[in-house]
């Protein structure tokens, strides 16, 4: 029998998980909720899915709408202020939270299940290939384990890769190494284009060389570490060690590490913020 799952949210990072995910088709009653209900239906509309909407009940005495998580899986995907917009009612099987800046314990405030998860993903969830960092916390005395391989897992998996770190914290690290940094390598990527259009190529071809190297590199980073790539192609003496030279002397290395440490610094703020802040004011539809 199906799962129920109720994703909270219907943005970016729910379409990008959601999208074309055949895992979630087959083993879960998809519900999705929001401040919004016909933005949830056009998101449904938008993304194609076999989903209905949640039709909250408003709490009279806050305003609020009120979820009923009892038994269910959760996928919480709105702004980390979202967990206020929302009363939510029972206890759920499992929460998965993607909201960078919102520990399990700020979580816990709002809501109660037998396991919790936090996660990173990042925008390659479209392609169902996120490098996803997750950390899980068990509430019950329930098999650790049996949770771990037979329902965590299973679902990150369903929109890419799967790394496991043993300390909430590192979800927050993880924004450097790939929450945000398909940001960083789009930079790159815009920028090498430019390079090409100076040297001479059009546009279109810039862009289609790029591109294509990107998909390359790709490919020979899964079997080859990115020193051994670097030497492989930098003859002695020659032209791409030359503008390796060019690099390491501008620092782009030091920048790109300062880059990501700054994005992560700024989710680290926002978990203390939030974690001192009790009463957020959730804005208005
Ligand atoms: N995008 C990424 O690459 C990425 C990577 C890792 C983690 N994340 C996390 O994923 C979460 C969603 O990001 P996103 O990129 O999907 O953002 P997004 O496209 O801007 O969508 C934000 C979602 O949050 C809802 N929301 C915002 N404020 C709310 C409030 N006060 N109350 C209730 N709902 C609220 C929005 O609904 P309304 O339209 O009704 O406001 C919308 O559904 C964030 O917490 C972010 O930290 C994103």
Known sequence: MKKTLIVVG???MAKAILTNNSFVGEYYHLIIAGRCAHKAYDFITQCALDACVYEARVESSSGKNVIDIEGKDILLCTKPAGLESFVFQGKA?????VLAGASIAMIQKHLSASFMVRLMPNIAANSKLSATAFYYHISDTKDSAQILYNEIRPFIESFGTAVQVDNEALIESSIATSGSCIAFLALIAESLIDAGILEG???????ALVKQTFV???????HKS?????YAISSP????????AVLEESGVRGTLIKAAHTATEHARKAIQKYSTQDNLVPKKC
């Open 216 to 222: 390359g590199f790709a490919a020979e980073l899964a």
């Open 93 to 97: 099987n499992g929460i998965y939270s």
């Open 226 to 230: 990115p020193s051994e790539l670097k």
């Open 10 to 12: 219907y943005g970016n």
């Open 201 to 207: 190529l059009n546009e279109q071809q810039s862009i």
């Open 237 to 244: 003496g020659g032209t791409t060690i030359r503008g390796l």
